[in-house]
């Protein structure tokens, strides 16, 4: 017999009934359980539309609150502004009388109120024609050091100026301004405060004589006041230093300082980079030692802090071209110099061509509050009005040709040709060497003793041509150069300015050309306001550039020099190298 579990009926394909219940099942319960979902969901979208037709009931209910509760406002404050109205009527002429006294009261001060701006104006407009249009002259701090009044005396000629020089260096005295006519004002106004122990700042245009203004009254005091006590045998201890920003600046200030030493039984060294360390170090540690430093304050640093030179007898300190050595970043190493000089009657002299806030501030710190300063050229850099300046504005490519045409009219005439880059330099010397001229060239790619031969021998008049970078802008000084030519506009109007300083020094007249090409149109403006200033003619193609100058935020860099803020605590490492020719 078959069991009852096996005796299930099938259908004609094989599948059981017993299946087929099944399935019929589950497809009911879904259908129920289908229907079950919509009519909830249906229920929910009603209440959900129920309630958003309150709130939206709710809203307009809302705001037409808000806006019975507006009129009635509105009819409040018209209620108010009519009881006020009907207040004031019944105030009767007495109160019109009141109002009309306060009206006179006021028209009188309004009158007088209105002379006392006219007054005003007036006034802002005399300061405002008193005032320099030059963006740079501030207010003067009141520590600032205080202008010379002339209490030192009339000293434009060498007679006047002898008579206050000691009576111990009147041969030394003698044989330096032996070749010179009269003393420039820079000395004749320097000379006196400087004998007279004063702190002083000069602030006068280059080529003005800047370095007799200090070398002359310093040495006479020394000679006047020897040395009371020896330097330690091996031991700088120099009695005056003079800081310069360049090695052709401290050239020129040590052969003038040199030849004065000379007449006072005194010595005098100079030191910079660029040459043997070695030979420097053996002329400090002479046993004659060292009365007069001539020094770039980068080699200075470094005798220092080798501990071959101390500032421990030193008596004057002379920041020349103080405006150039902050512009090239030395202002740390300045405070640190003035800092280690520490006798207490030390004096301190100050020459730039400019008068900026730096200059300012290191001049507040460490110079005297009887400080005289002594201007004579403004406070910004102007040119030098004895020059003739002619600008040309061409076509880069028309350079060269132009040059030999320059050259060609200017026969046997000393010149400076001013290149902006080292090979462009070395270029044109090139040039103008295979068009038959006999030129000499300085630039930082050659080394310090072919830099001076090459002005020595247009010093001597051997060669008539010299091609320089910027290094020989400041510093050269050899009379006689006639014409200063810009083959290519420098990065700034101050190099500019010192460049054709060249020319027209000591009082005598020169000549300036300068190629002006369309990549240096940044500096339009800034040259046609040293044109102005100067009574010089501004082109036509110049003035087509624009007259605009933009702000500077560095004066060497320009807008494009910015202090980074994650950099300003974090210190710079010196390296130091053992080769005596670093």
Avoid at 52 to 67: C, G, H, M, P
Avoid at 267 to 285: D, E, M, N, W
Avoid at 459 to 484: F, M, P, Q, Y
């Amino acid at each position: 017999m078959i069991p009852w579990y096996l005796s299930v009926p099938r259908d004609t394909n094989g599948t059981s009934c017993q299946a087929h219940c099944f399935a019929h099942k589950n497809l009911k319960m879904s259908e129920s359980s289908s229907k079950k979902s919509k009519k909830s969901s249906g229920v929910g979208a009603e209440a959900v539309a129920h309630s958003n037709d309150e709130l939206n009931s709710k809203d307009v209910a809302d705001q037409d609150e808000d806006e019975q509760s507006k009129k009635e406002r509105k009819k409040q404050r018209k209620e108010e502004k009519r009881k006020r109205r009907e207040a004031e009527e019944a105030k009767g002429e007495g109160a019109d009388a009141v109002e009309e006294s306060v009206d006179v009261e006021k028209e009188k001060k309004s009158k007088t109120r209105d002379e006392g701006s006219d007054e005003e104006k007036k006034s802002s407009k005399k300061a405002k024609v008193s005032e320099t249009a030059d963006d740079e002259d501030q207010k003067e701090p009141a520590n600032d050091p205080q202008k010379d009044t002339g209490e030192f005396g009339d000293l434009s000629t060498f007679e006047a100026a002898k008579a206050v020089f000691p009576a111990a260096s009147h041969k030394m005295f003698d044989s330096v301004t032996a070749n010179f006519k009269a003393p420039t004002p820079i000395q004749a106004r320097t000379w006196g405060a400087t004998l007279a122990g004063k702190d002083v700042i000069g602030i006068a245009q280059t080529g003005s004589g800047k370095t007799l203004a200090f070398v002359l009254p310093v040495v006479a005091r020394m000679m006047e006041n020897p040395r009371k006590k020896k330097a330690p045998k091996g031991k700088a201890m120099p009695r005056a230093l003079v800081l310069a920003p360049t090695r052709e600046l401290c050239t020129q200030s040590f052969e003038v300082a040199q030849k004065a030493c000379a007449f006072a039984g005194l010595t005098a060294t100079v030191v910079y980079g660029g040459t043997s360390r070695s030979h420097q170090l053996k002329t400090l540690q002479a046993s004659t030692g060292v009365d007069f430093l001539v020094a770039t304050p980068g080699r200075l640093m470094d005798f220092m802090e080798s501990e071959d030179v101390f500032f421990d007898q030193c008596e004057y300190v002379i920041l020349d071209e103080a405006d150039r050595m902050l512009d090239m970043g030395f202002e740390k190493d300045v405070r640190k110099i003035l800092s280690a000089a520490t006798l207490p009657n030390r004096r301190t002299l100050m020459f730039s061509a400019t008068w900026p806030e730096a200059i300012r501030s290191i001049a507040t710190e460490f110079l005297s509050k009887t400080a005289v300063r002594i201007t004579l050229s403004g406070e910004k850099l102007t040119a030098n009005a004895r020059i003739e300046q002619r600008v040309e504005v061409m076509d880069p490519r028309d350079k060269d040709q132009r040059l030999l045409e320059i050259l060609a009219e200017n026969k046997n005439c000393r010149l400076i040709v001013f290149a902006l880059y080292k090979k462009e330099a070395e270029r044109v010397q090139q040039t103008l060497q295979r068009r038959g001229y006999k030129v000499a060239g300085v630039h930082g790619d050659k080394s310090q003793s072919d830099r001076e031969a090459a002005v020595a021998a247009f010093a001597k008049g051997d060669v008539l041509i010299l091609v320089a970078t910027d290094v020989a802008s400041r510093g050269l000084d050899i009379k006689g150069v006639e014409l200063v030519i810009n083959y290519t506009f420098p990065l700034t109007v101050e190099d500019y300015v010192h460049r054709i300083g060249r020319t027209g020094r000591a009082g005598a007249s020169g000549r300036s050309i300068t190629f002006f090409t369309e990549h240096d149109k940044a500096r339009a403006g800034e040259l046609q306001n040293v044109l102005k200033q100067a009574g010089a003619p501004v082109p036509d193609a110049l003035a087509k550039f624009g007259g605009t100058v933009k702000k500077k935020e560095h004066a060497l860099y320009g807008a494009h020099f910015k202090r980074d803020p994650e950099l300003s605590n974090k210190t710079a490492t010196m390296v130091s190298f053992d080769s005596d020719d670093e």
